[in-house]
């Protein structure tokens, strides 16, 4: 079964710093990796997904994440936070191939962004 | 282009009652997936649906839960006799081919169960 772990709960940055939030998975064969965005009362947003091919991929928002297979990792990246950015990130896992059993993704518990001024 | 719309917003029910969630897709979305999201956990796969058929229920708790998407009007997703258990926030998502990296989701309906 495939599962996801982000473990940071809570994170806070000063605005214009740097961002990294973690996220490693468990899955058998390669993985179909996302991660989206949810604002306050808001739905979830896609912000970048990785299927295949280059293992640095760049999101919408300025956010880019890269796909480490030895270390099962997806962590997502932003060079300089705005405050807008302040949302809970959920990193999530789907099955890499298409057909029955796959159409479910699996998320993590979501990493909680907070930005001082 | 109206996204995807989800009502109630909130919705109270006291223990034993029916709770009913709709979903609308967006326009030209056939493809409906309910996830829940209980405190401090991530989304959890529910059931995923295409038009008048139940394609993957493996998320569904066995009893008192139910999902439908019928030809015509919203998706529904009943749960009966609510327990304080089903107090969470149920997102529901669509997508215009039914593959996972398309997902649109709604806003969410926030279920408390008194």
């Known amino acids: 079964a495939q599962s996801v772990t982000q473990p940071d709960i809570h994170i806070t940055v000063s605005e214009g710093a740097s961002l990294e939030l973690r996220c490693n998975y468990s899955y058998g064969a390669t993985p179909y990796l996302f991660w989206y965005v949810q604002s306050p009362g808001q739905g979830l947003q896609l912000l970048l997904k990785y299927f295949s091919g280059d293992t640095l991929v760049q999101g919408i928002k300025g956010f880019e994440a890269e796909f480490k297979r030895s270390q099962s990792s997806f962590n997502l990246r932003k060079p300089s936070v705005h405050w807008s950015d302040a949302a809970e990130y959920f990193c999530?896992?789907?099955?890499?191939?298409?057909?029955?059993?796959?159409?479910?993704?699996?998320f993590g518990k979501g990493t909680k962004l907070s930005v001082i001024p | 282009n109206a996204g995807v719309m989800q009502n109630p917003r909130h919705l109270v029910r006291r223990r034993g009652q029916e709770a009913r969630l709709r979903c609308s897709p967006m326009?030209?979305?056939?493809?409906v997936y309910w996830y829940r999201q209980l405190p401090e956990e991530g989304l959890k796969f529910m059931v995923y649906?295409?038009?008048?058929?139940?394609?993957?229920e493996s998320g569904m708790p066995k009893e008192r839960f139910s999902a439908e998407f019928p030809k015509e009007g919203p998706s529904i997703l009943r749960i009966q006799q609510v327990v304080r258990g089903d107090s969470a926030a149920y997102f529901c998502?669509?997508?215009?081919?039914?593959?996972?990296?398309?997902?649109?989701f709604g806003s969410g309906t926030q279920l408390s169960v008194l």
């Open positions: 998502a669509s997508s215009p081919t039914g593959m996972r990296e398309k997902l649109f």
């Open positions: 326009k030209g979305h056939s493809h």
């Open positions: 649906l295409q038009k008048e058929n139940i394609i993957d």
């Open positions: 999530a896992v789907g099955a890499g191939y298409s057909g029955a059993g796959s159409y479910q993704l699996t």
